[in-house]
């Protein structure tokens, strides 16, 4: 599975973004999609995931009610829509898949990702 992630630029506090993650390869609707994010000199730290066959989502407290995780399996595209965004939002974003079967339970976890997109900046300004 290659994963492509776009969409990240510089908003101000309070704009939109969307980000895309296009997959590629042997790719699936039972796998969970998610995105991380991380900034220098932390750890990365779970967003959302989303997962195509049930649209089942979960998200981070942190963006739960202004960033929405969606998919578009025909194109095998995931999104992730973000709203009233805030600098404390300012990281690189990363797209990951997991392993075939992951159960909804353990989606939040960075090592249940196999697969990795390159990143894309996202920078808020205050």
């Known amino acids: 599975v290659q994963l492509q992630a776009s969409g990240g630029g510089l908003v101000q506090a309070g704009d939109s973004l969307r980000l895309s993650c296009a997959a590629s390869g042997r790719t699936s609707s039972r796998y969970f999609m998610g995105w991380f994010r991380q900034t220098p000199g932390k750890e990365r730290e779970f967003v959302a995931a989303?997962?195509?066959?049930?649209?089942?989502?979960r998200y981070a407290d942190s963006v739960k009610g202004r960033f929405t995780i969606s998919g578009d399996n025909a194109k095998s595209t995931m999104y992730l829509q973000m709203k009233s965004l805030e600098p404390e939002d300012t990281a690189v974003y990363y797209c990951?898949?997991?392993?075939?079967?992951?159960?909804?339970?353990?989606?939040?976890?960075?090592?249940?990702?196999?697969?990795w997109g390159q990143g894309t900046q996202v920078t808020v300004s205050s």
């Open positions: 989303f997962r195509g066959i049930d649209h089942h989502t």
């Open positions: 990951a898949a997991s392993r075939l079967g992951l159960p909804a339970t353990q989606a939040r976890r960075e090592d249940a990702y196999a697969y």
